[in-house]
């Protein structure tokens, strides 16, 4: 039984470990302002207290303009996402029930 315990015991910590990464990809940004200009979508947005900006191609499928307000952010690992050469990041609603998030878009960050 000891065993059995253990490995039950070990289980549920990986799989916390697993949520708890998950959950902590996603931050919360304050979008501050948005522009377009050449056809490029330029996002000011507040991350902790530091600047930063978001920007997409206004002819990509996923680049939209967000309204002032809350939002969370998560960044993209490795190669995924559109832009090359550029840390990609999703936007998405900050609503009350967290599992009904939508995404905004997805965006180059710029820092």
Partial sequence: MSGRR??????????????SLSASEREIVKVTSSSVENN?????????G???QLMCFKTH???????PGGYLM?????NNGAYMDCQNADLYDQPAN???QSKVGE???LE
């Avoid at 253990?6 to 949520?19: C, G, N, P």
């Avoid at 499928?61 to 309204?67: A, E, M, N, T």
């Fill in 50 to 52: 530091k600047a930063a």
């Fill in 98 to 100: 967290s599992k009904t």
């Fill in 107 to 109: 965006y180059c960050l």
């Fill in 6 to 19: 253990t490995f039950s015991t070990v289980t549920a910590l990986a799989m916390f470990s697993v949520i």
């Fill in 40 to 48: 490029v979508v330029l996002v000011d947005i507040d991350i902790r």
């Fill in 61 to 67: 499928s996923d680049c939209l303009i967000p309204k």
């Fill in 74 to 78: 998560e960044r993209l690992r490795g």
